[in-house]
């Protein structure tokens, strides 16, 4: 289960060069920044990483009258965002590493890990106010109040082994899908799609990130990954306290709650213990639970996706969901 699967996305012929653009627009705006922002944003924004939100902006804007040069102040927008709450989500974990580098707050410090994040976060709205639409500012106000929302409720329920799915859901809804969601929305508003459609993108969005919450959760209980393979240490959610589907699933083991529950206290955990609570979650059912619902949630895009129109948008749509399905080993 390798994330470079993404490379895959360029299939899509328009996205290679497409995403090229973009590459290129995001280090024209870290090289008109300078000093220790400029060094620290580059770090990050231009650092590497999927694109894939900023490539469903532009997948949910094709059209007949598709400009690129348009579009991308949108795409990088969303891009920006979704850096800046890395750098904060890096702050409340204590990483030290983010996609094989040392991250701002190791490097420097948190304060200035903070300013930089913040920086970027009020920047989105600069690049979108361009655009003059009410509707679009509106749609990432919403899904930035997601995003800290979801940091809140995630570090409220850090090391709570009682917590359900529907706790769950509603983390991931605010902290993954909210990006999902409003980069599918703002694309089909800038393509100018009706309302139907607009809302039919939003479902998608949703689904999709709901989908790749869950794979990456099966992604970090996966004892045969790797730090580089994946981007991110194996056990690193449980390590930092974070209680995801597997290990809610895994809990209402008795056994496996019984035998976890001293860990789950203890602070932290060495990699000797981790390696054995991965391996003992294995012998539970939750790794097979998690995948059902991936299954379910990518069977709900794609029928989603069936229902919106534009010939090579839906197509393109069906080939994100084949994607995410490779990329968690599921594909056939």
């Known amino acids: 289960m390798k994330r470079k699967v993404y490379s895959s996305f ?8 497409d995403i090229g653009r973009l590459e290129g627009f995001l280090k024209d705006f870290t090289d008109s920044i300078d000093g220790v922002l400029n060094l620290a944003v580059s770090s990050t924004l231009t650092a590497g990483g999927k694109r894939i939100r900023p490539s469903l902006l532009l997948i949910c ?47 420097y410090d948190k304060d200035t890990a903070k300013f930089v994040g913040d920086f970027l976060f009020t920047h989105t709205f600069s690049l979108l106010n361009s655009y003059h639409n009410r509707r679009i500012l509106t749609e990432m106000s919403e899904a930035a109040k ?24 509603k983390k991931i809804d605010e902290k993954t899908s909210s990006l999902f969601k409003v980069s599918c929305v703002i694309g089909g508003i800038l393509s100018g799609v009706d309302e139907a459609t607009v809302q039919n993108l939003r479902k998608f969005g949703e689904y999709v990130g709901i989908s790749f919450q869950i794979n990456d959760d099966l992604i970090d209980v996966d004892i045969n990954s ?37 860990f789950i206290k203890k602070s932290p955990v060495s990699d000797k213990e981790l390696d054995y609570i991965l391996r003992l979650i294995a012998t539970t059912d939750a790794i097979e639970r998690t995948r059902k619902r991936f299954f379910y949630y990518m069977e709900k895009a794609k029928k989603t996706a069936e229902l919106i129109k534009g010939t090579q948008r839906r197509a393109c ?16």
Not at 246 to 254: E, N, R, S, V, Y
Not at 317 to 331: M, P, T
Request: proline fraction near 3%; charged fraction near 35%.
């Open 61 to 107: 804007a094709r059209n007949k009258h598709y400009d690129i040069g348009h579009l991308l102040p949108a795409a990088a927008a969303i891009e920006i965002i979704h850096t800046a709450s890395l750098i904060h989500d890096d702050i409340i974990d204590k990483s030290i590493l983010r996609r094989g580098k040392r991250t701002i707050h190791d490097t």
């Open 317 to 332: 749509l069906l080939k994100v969901c084949e994607i995410i399905e490779q990329r968690a080993g599921l594909g056939k």
């Open 226 to 262: 790797t730090s580089k393979e994946e981007g991110k240490p194996v056990g690193k959610d449980f390590k930092h306290g974070d209680i995801t589907l597997p290990f809610i699933f895994a809990l209402q083991d008795k056994k496996f709650k019984n035998e976890i529950e001293p």
């Open 146 to 169: 997601c995003l800290v929302k979801g940091e809140f409720d995630q570090l409220n329920t850090k090391k709570d082994i009682y917590q359900d799915e529907e706790v769950y859901y």
């Open 10 to 17: 360029n299939t899509l012929d328009f996205l290679k060069k």
